[in-house]
């Protein structure tokens, strides 16, 4: 994965993104060990403050958990809080984007919604 | 803990300060990137800390002693700039020996390694390098030292880009093995940034920002929308800097310390929101007008 090192994002949100996908593809098991700040650091080419400052976010929320001297762990709902996180805060963000864009193009609500289902069908045929 | 300690630093040469009471603390085994047009008094802080200059007034502390004429400031640093005074008579390979004398740190494997990946040869001397081959060299006199306070003034001058990427590099896999405290000017923050833990952004011989790296990415916002609403939607508020672009359109950066819930009201009004890249955030705080180049041209 590269960083998208001029994007709109901080660096340690992407890391901390960027491990929340590692989770969720199953990378990394609940009561696993996960990259230190230094391997973070090396995989990026970061500074390892900021390295930390991505693992420190999944601290806080409890999707990985410290211990004193051995690193940071998986915890064993992970998984679960990262989904609800993502459905609550990512989706609802780009919900919102696709809403304002289609406000501005006149697009009607059923249009908007006949859009996505389309594209649903269009997976479901693959 | 500090590393590097100053208050109240002036340093005046012939009559105009190139420091003017600077005040600043560099925190031990970070990396800070020393950012400042021509001219900002970069480089007369770097020396002052290395001890080549006395102050004109103010007080500096490194490793809690005074800089000037000090040898466990000199034995425990190591200053890398383009105006190295190597000696004339030595080959590289015999600099290097030399070096290895000087520092009681010196990692001569490393240097070695370094030296053949960028293709050295033993018995060329220094002033027969290049430009960029010479700030390749002192690179790996900078990073092989491997001294407790590592300062780089403009490192990457002349060299190509692939050097620079393999400095930057070499740089960071040194420091997470070898954490120390190192100081980088540099003109190109883009760059630099990833690397970056802290920013020092110095303006006419004083302190403008020292931050971490992080929050100087959220530092700015950039508005983008019809002149009179972004205006609207500006006022009151920090400017950093602003353009005037075609049809009425208008463009400005201000700080930011709107609420997510304003930004979202503000692009329902019609207005873009855009990131504003740290190297331009320096670019526009460390200008002396609001409209940059285009003001010189701008009669009207």
């Known amino acids: 994965m590269t960083l998208h090192l001029d994007g709109t994002k901080p660096i340690y949100i992407q890391i901390s993104e960027w491990l929340e996908n590692e989770i969720l593809d199953g990378n990394f098991e609940s009561d696993q060990k996960i990259y230190s700040q230094y391997q973070l650091a090396d995989i990026f080419n970061i500074n390892p403050a900021t390295a930390a400052k991505g693992l420190n976010i999944l601290a806080e929320e409890q999707i990985l958990y410290k211990k004193r001297g051995l690193g940071m762990f998986v915890e064993s709902n992970a998984k679960d809080l990262i989904l609800s996180k993502r459905k609550n805060q990512t989706l609802k963000r780009l919900v919102q984007e696709i809403v304002m864009e289609a406000q501005r193009l006149n697009v009607s609500k059923q249009e908007l919604i006949e859009m996505i289902n389309a594209i649903k069908l269009g997976e479901e045929r693959e | ?248 359109q208008s463009y400005v950066v201000v700080r930011n310390d709107f609420s997510e819930s304003e930004l979202y009201q503000a692009e329902l009004a019609g207005i873009e929101i855009l990131p504003v890249s740290s190297s331009d955030v320096c670019v526009y705080l460390t200008s002396k007008t609001k409209g940059g180049i285009d003001d010189v041209f701008n009669k009207g």
């Open chain 2, 1 to 248: 803990m500090s590393m590097i300690e100053c208050r109240g630093l002036t340093k005046v040469f012939g009559g105009t300060k190139a420091l003017n009471n600077f005040t600043c603390e560099i925190n031990e085994n970070t990396i800070t990137g020393l950012i400042g047009r021509n001219g900002a008094g970069k480089t007369t802080l770097l020396k002052i800390i290395a001890g080549y200059h006395q102050q004109t007034s103010g007080e500096i502390k490194v490793f809690s002693e005074e800089p000037f004429n000090n040898l466990t400031v000199s034995a425990n640093m190591i200053f890398v700039h383009d105006q190295l005074n190597l000696p004339t008579a030595l080959n590289l390979q015999e600099i290097l020996d030399v070096m290895a004398g000087f520092y009681k740190n010196w990692d001569r494997e490393l240097a070695h390694r370094l030296f053949d990946y960028f293709s050295f040869h033993p018995m060329q001397y220094y002033n027969g390098l290049s430009k960029g081959m010479k700030s390749t060299f002192n690179m790996i006199l900078g990073l092989a030292a491997r001294t407790p306070l590592t300062i780089f003034d403009e490192p990457t001058t002349g060299m190509d880009a692939a050097v620079r990427k393999d400095f930057y590099r070499a740089l960071l896999k040194d420091y997470i093995a070898y954490p120390r405290t190192i100081i980088l000017s540099s003109h190109h923050l883009d760059e630099i940034e990833d690397l970056l833990e802290d920013i020092l952004v110095v303006k006419q011989g004083q302190e403008l920002l020292h931050m971490p790296i992080a929050e100087l990415r959220e530092y700015a916002i950039g508005l983008e929308g019809k002149n009179a609403l972004v205006k609207e939607w500006t006022k009151d508020r920090e400017i950093i800097f602003s353009k005037n672009g075609a049809f009425d």
